[in-house]
């Protein structure tokens, strides 16, 4: 059971805060945001989703820059907590449409009744946005879309020849257009979170795709759809099978799945035939597949690092990325990072002539590299030169000391896995009815590392 439910800015403030329980100090909020911070400025490094100060169980999540925070006296599974809270984060966002600081506390009075409807004394009661519909009253004050900043997955998918409506992925599962009509559409996002490692020399030591298949619905009635998935879509291990042939969204080749999982309203019955799954989708956002591939796949960029010893007290990193998808798909907010030698007093940068959109830093308090990169269009290369001074002669190999190199990335467009939705049909009401069907793909990166 939990004792109490708390959301905070990255500030420290406090803007959502339940005690269900009592048995907890009322401070616990101030008492997790300061160990957090206090984490992070003495070891560099976040701190874990779940830890203990004096007796009580803090578990968290960040969702688009506020953490969602629980706690607990007893001991309790710690993914069962980081699971609620992601759906509890899920839930507000269908009712709200926007998850940000400004929504939430505009929408308090929705925000608490929830709250209270989704865990009653610290036990959890539901977390359906369709149940819920039943017990909650309160209409949501819609914030201004236009304002909002890029932010997340909404910004993902402003991408590709028919762009989405900008309403799209700020909409309330409750309120209705204005005008009171409502907009039948139905969106379906293919995620994937790639991890990869690469040896000193280049090789893929490790690769996995952590794939999920999300629906939203705003189908009135709840209509029946039937979701096609490649005909060739293998389950189980490849046996060796080599992916290295084929491209991103296309190309030829059976897709295989080391193993998958589907939400309760999926209907299986014709997926061993001919892969489509059958759903009545519920309200709000939901996963409707899960996946895992270990199977070989071409990586989206591909990064070389040299460093040169110049002299006892310096030395000079070459970085290069280069992106192996087609040209026509460009990567977003690409962070390049590199742990340098603790003995490294300055670093200069020198990034090609011409280059836009591209900035360097060098992080003093934990001695790491950073480059980021706005924007890489296919087939491109890009180069980053540091020369680093060192405050004492390195008496070893500089190379054990520095690195691994690190990216994160977004994708919009683009799947590694070729998994493809090759069509979406929803059962007619009648012959004019037809909805907006989308369907987008992403790539992420997970863990993304190259050894130096």
Not at 80 to 94: F, G, H, N, S
Not at 349 to 359: A, D, I, M, N, S
Not at 393 to 415: L, W
Request: glycine residues 8%; proline residues 5%; hydrophobic residues 35%.
């Amino acid at each position: 059971m939990i004792s109490q439910f708390f959301v905070l800015s990255q500030r420290g403030d406090s803007i959502v805060f339940r005690d269900y329980r009592g048995d907890v100090p009322k401070g616990s909020a101030e008492i997790f945001f300061r160990k957090v911070k206090f984490w992070k400025e003495d070891g560099g490094e976040e701190a874990p989703p779940v830890f203990n100060v004096d007796g009580v169980n803090y578990f968290h999540v960040k969702v688009v820059g506020l953490l969602f925070v629980a706690t607990s006296r007893t001991n309790l599974s710690p993914s069962l907590v980081l699971e609620l809270l992601q759906r509890i984060a899920r839930v507000i966002k269908d009712y709200l449409g926007v998850l940000n600081e400004d929504s939430l506390r505009k929408n308090f009075v929705l925000v608490y009744e929830l709250l209270d409807e989704v865990v009653d004394f610290g036990y959890v009661q539901t977390t359906s946005t369709e149940i819920l519909k039943s017990y909650i009253f309160n209409e949501p004050i819609m914030i201004d879309a236009g304002r909002l900043p890029p932010l997340g997955p909404a910004a993902m998918f402003m991408q590709g020849s028919k762009r989405m409506p900008g309403t799209a992925i700020t909409k309330s599962v409750v309120a209705n257009e204005p005008g009171g009509r409502k907009r039948e559409e139905i969106f379906v996002d293919i995620i994937e979170k790639i991890s990869i490692t690469f040896s000193s020399s280049g090789y893929i030591l490790t690769s996995e795709i952590d794939g999920t298949i999300q629906m939203k619905s705003y189908l009135t009635g709840n209509p029946e759809i039937r979701l096609a998935l490649n005909e060739d879509l293998g389950i189980g291990r490849a046996g060796g099978r080599s992916a290295y042939d084929y491209g991103g969204s296309a190309g030829s080749g059976a897709v295989v799945l080391d193993d998958c999982n589907f939400h309760e309203s999926v209907q299986l019955d014709s997926f061993d035939v001919d892969r489509t799954l059958t759903l009545v989708p519920p309200d709000g956002e939901f996963p409707v597949m899960n996946y895992r591939i270990t199977q070989e796949f071409k990586p989206p960029f591909r990064i070389n690092t040299l460093v040169e010893e110049a002299g006892s007290l310096k030395a000079e990193v070459i970085l290069k990325i280069r992106a192996e998808f087609p040209s026509d798909i460009t990567a977003n907010t690409i962070l390049v990072q590199m742990p340098l030698p603790t003995y490294t007093s300055r670093v200069s940068f020198e990034l090609e002539p011409g280059t836009v959109g591209q900035t360097t830093d060098f992080k003093e308090s934990n001695k790491r590299l950073e480059w980021s990169l706005k924007k890489v269009v296919g087939g491109s290369d890009h180069t980053l030169r540091a020369k680093l001074t060192f405050s004492q002669e390195s008496h070893g190999n500089i190379t054990k000391e520095a690195g691994p190199v690190s990216m994160t990335f977004t994708i919009p467009m683009y799947n590694p896995s070729r998994l493809q939705v090759k069509y979406l049909q929803i059962a007619k009401k009648s012959k004019t009815y037809n909805p907006y069907r989308w369907v987008r793909y992403v790539t992420q990166a997970n863990s993304y590392v190259a050894r130096i």
